[in-house]
């Protein structure tokens, strides 16, 4: 399979630098010069992980990644000039599955991209294995590693072994289980739940 990737980078050098890099790696390239670009080019293409610089003219990358997790749940490799933990930790709580700081060599960005891609294959396909368990065997069991709930019973086992969970945390698990794979924030969890 031809993985899509995009670029959100106002840097053309940068750029420019990382599209080449990537298409030498067989990988099908998208490039931006800002969020608002971003999300066009996410709208018409199917994209499979992105590349985003923090700080860009017209919307920025967290503003962006913020308007793209309401609908996607692809990996976010944030791009940025600030090295601080803080803005480390920000970035990956607003969204963002990893975080790579300028300058940064292009095998470990490359090392990064391969392994953000096989976490979500992996994820994508517990995802089909859930579905299809709860459809072909019992709509009301999820079914996700080894991790298991019944709707109907309120039971939860993990390796086979029944977990007690208080109802709050069964809805919690409910919500993810059912939608395997998709990111979540804290404040979504907190409204749907």
Known sequence: MEHAILIVEDEQGIRDTVSVFLKNQGYKVFTATNGQEGLEIININEIHLAIIDIMM????GITMTLKLRQKYDFPIIFLSAKSEDIDKITGLNLGADDYVTKPFGSMELLARVRSQLRRYEQILSLQTASK????????????????????????????????????KEFAILQLLMESAGRVYSAKQIYEQV
């Open 132 to 167: 299809q368990d709860k459809t072909e065997k019992n709509p009301h069991r999820f079914c996700v590693g080894g991790l298991e709930l019944d709707t109907y019973t309120k039971d939860v086992y993990v390796d086979g072994r029944r977990v007690k969970l208080t109802p």
């Open 57 to 60: 003219p017209v919307m920025d």
